[in-house]
């Protein structure tokens, strides 16, 4: 009986040890199961915190661009303003320069129309058949030559009668023009003068001649002396070279310049000028 029962513990306690193998067996397989998701779980962790950072560290970039952004568009947004500011004064100034030098050039034109008034009254009153008499403008400004021929005798600067009835002419144009001046210059060849105790060279009877023709302007044909200039130039501004007698002849001249008084003429462009405003 004892046997019978021992034999039954026996094979109850090996039943019992079989079932707590497996039990121990499926629960180390379960928690091996855990452990490699606890395992897997923590990489994606690790990898969630680090992209968590590096996310996290992009926002405060970005954040700070922003606020950069901001500051710059506002500091853009003054400057564009200014700019804007700046380039429509720059527009308006250069609206003004261009009216002022349109007024200018109507100024130019209305004296370049004076002037050519002037040379074809001169023209008609002179008369150009003489080919000792030349008529011509040059830069705005009339220029009469007259050959010395006409006007005097060698090495004199006393006026013929022949001359005044040229300067006859040039003063009645002259004296319409009150607003002009009229500069008369007296021109050589190179042929030293002798001097005769009143006159020293070429330059000085360059001037005698140029005064001499200004004061035949002024008494014999009333033009105004404040009009008159006399300038000697001697034989230093040739129109050819000295090398020949017909070249010296063409050098000895005298020439009268007409032209609008610089003053007069100012205050035609700041007239103009002041119609701008």
């Keep these: 009986m004892r046997k019978v029962f021992l034999t039954l513990s ?3 306690f090996l039943a019992t040890s079989c079932g707590t193998k497996k039990k121990i067996a499926a629960l180390e397989s379960k928690n091996k199961e855990i452990q490699d ?8 962790l690790n990898t969630c915190l680090t992209e968590k950072e590096s996310m996290a560290n992009q926002l405060e970039f970005l954040k700070k661009n922003n606020s950069d952004l901001i500051n710059n ?5 003054t400057l564009s303003a200014k700019g804007a500011e700046n380039i429509e004064k720059a527009l308006e100034s250069i609206k003004e320069k261009d009216l002022k030098i349109t007024r200018m050039q109507d100024a130019l034109t209305k004296k370049d129309s004076v002037t050519l008034a002037l040379v074809t009254s001169l023209k008609r009153s002179v008369g150009i058949s003489d080919p000792d008499i030349e008529i011509n403008v040059e830069k705005g400004v009339v220029f009469i030559s007259i050959a010395d021929k006409l006007l005097f005798k060698s090495g004199s600067y006393v006026v013929s009668e022949r001359a005044k ?3 006859g002419k040039v003063a009645k144009v002259v004296n319409d023009k009150p607003n002009f001046e009229c500069m008369v210059e007296g021109h050589t060849d190179n042929v030293p003068f002798t001097s005769n105790g009143v006159l020293l060279d070429n330059w000085d009877l360059s001037v005698k001649r140029a005064t001499s023709i200004v004061r ?6 009333g033009v105004s002396q404040k009009q008159l200039i006399a300038a000697g130039r001697g034989e230093y501004v040739p129109l050819v070279e000295n090398n020949s007698a017909e070249n010296r002849m063409t050098n000895r001249r005298t020439r009268i310049v007409v032209m609008p008084k610089i003053d007069q003429f100012y205050e035609m462009i700041e007239k103009e000028m002041k119609n701008t405003k």
Excluded at 73 to 77: D, I, L, Q, S, V
Aim: hydrophobic share 60%; aromatic share 4%; proline share 0%.
């Design 10 to 12: 026996i094979v109850a």
């Design 37 to 44: 998701l606890l395992n897997t779980a923590t990489i994606k």
């Design 73 to 77: 568009m506002g500091n853009m947004t």
């Design 165 to 167: 009835e040229i300067l």
């Design 216 to 221: 035949v302007l002024a008494k014999d044909f």
